[in-house]
């Protein structure tokens, strides 16, 4: 089991350009979520899904959009980066009981 | 708005020692609460879950949850300088109708350091 992996690990955007970051789990897992760590600070939730085609919003998501068309994939769009979504963003599958796995996580700069 | 809070650190304690993290929670409903480590640079990952008041010991690790202070705390064991890292508590938080979806409310992280 690879678990949760993410792509790119690391990215510069320029202010306006637009990227998904990639999400992948092998475990079957109904529950995804997606999350930004700034510097510093614990991580805030940006969206999340209970499973295929069901997202719903999570804390802070202006200016991303998901979409989970399979149970294993849940991509993150950021459409006109700006420089406040210059961040680490995890990815996490969470089991039954709760514990969420999180990825490797992608560092994003914008510049 | 819920909200996380833990003790401000960074916390620098001596090999051997007991460390003390503490954390604070405004969602009187809240069921669950999670310690999570991260090492510099890596992902979180789980190393404490608690669901009821009193006490839950994993080897070094000891959980202490008080519902009614909305207060849960890690304490450390005879601590290793491989325990350095940042520790985050997690609180599952729940919607207006009760349900969660498993959704989790981070404090902003304790930086431990264990000198030798």
């Known amino acids: 089991n690879a678990g949760v992996t993410q792509t790119p690990k690391f990215r510069i955007l320029k202010i306006g350009q637009s990227m998904t970051l990639q999400c992948t789990q092998d475990m079957n897992h109904n529950y995804m979520y997606w999350y930004r760590q700034d510097p510093g600070m614990g991580l805030k939730l940006i969206y999340y899904s209970v499973g295929a085609g069901i997202t719903d919003k999570g804390e802070v998501p202006n200016g991303y959009n998901v979409s989970r068309s399979t149970t294993e994939d849940f991509p993150l769009r950021l459409e006109l980066a700006a420089p406040s979504q210059t961040s680490v963003y995890f990815c996490?599958?969470?089991?039954?009981?709760?514990?969420?796995?999180f990825g490797p996580g992608t560092r994003l700069t914008v510049l | 708005q819920k909200e996380v809070e833990q003790n401000s650190g960074p916390l620098s304690v001596p090999e051997g020692a007991i460390a003390s993290l503490n954390c604070t929670y405004s969602?009187?409903?809240?069921?669950?609460f999670f310690w999570y480590r991260q090492y510099s640079g890596k992902s979180p990952e789980l190393i404490m879950f608690?669901?009821?008041?009193g006490d839950k010991e994993d080897g070094r690790f000891t959980a202490q949850l008080n519902k009614a202070s909305q207060y849960v705390s890690l304490l450390i064991r005879d601590s290793q300088p491989s325990d350095s890292a940042t520790y985050l508590c997690a609180v599952k938080s729940t919607n207006a109708g009760g349900t969660s979806y498993g959704k989790l409310t981070f404090g902003q992280g304790t930086i431990l350091t264990v000198h030798p």
């Open positions: 608690i669901y009821s008041n």
């Open positions: 996490a599958s969470r089991t039954g009981t709760d514990e969420q796995f």
């Open positions: 969602d009187r409903g809240s069921q669950s």
